[in-house]
């Protein structure tokens, strides 16, 4: 019984890492998709499209590798990491991850 319950928390010790590395995809999809079913006003519509994050996330990654190969509309996408939210600057979209979501407010 100890030896199932040993290989069973092995188990999902290994898997953990690839289920978060598939939440992130899945976030940076949704972003991506969430982005065409918005009209922008004329001032977000031209230029770098800005996607923020906020703090140090495992999303950076996956942003980044989607501002690679995709556009939202004409527009390039730009990935801008904020330490702080004094240091946010001007951004189409900004993701907060959960671990940041108590100094907004």
Known sequence: MIKNSLILSVIFLLLAPAVNAQNEKLQTVFIYNFTKHIEWPPEYSSG??????LGNSPIIEEIEKLAKSRKIGNQKIVVNKYRTIDD???CNIIFIPK?????IG
Not at 48 to 53: A, K, L, N, R, T
């Open 99 to 103: 671990s940041k979501s108590g100094e």
């Open 48 to 53: 770098d499209f800005v996607i923020g994050v």
């Open 88 to 90: 946010i600057g001007q």
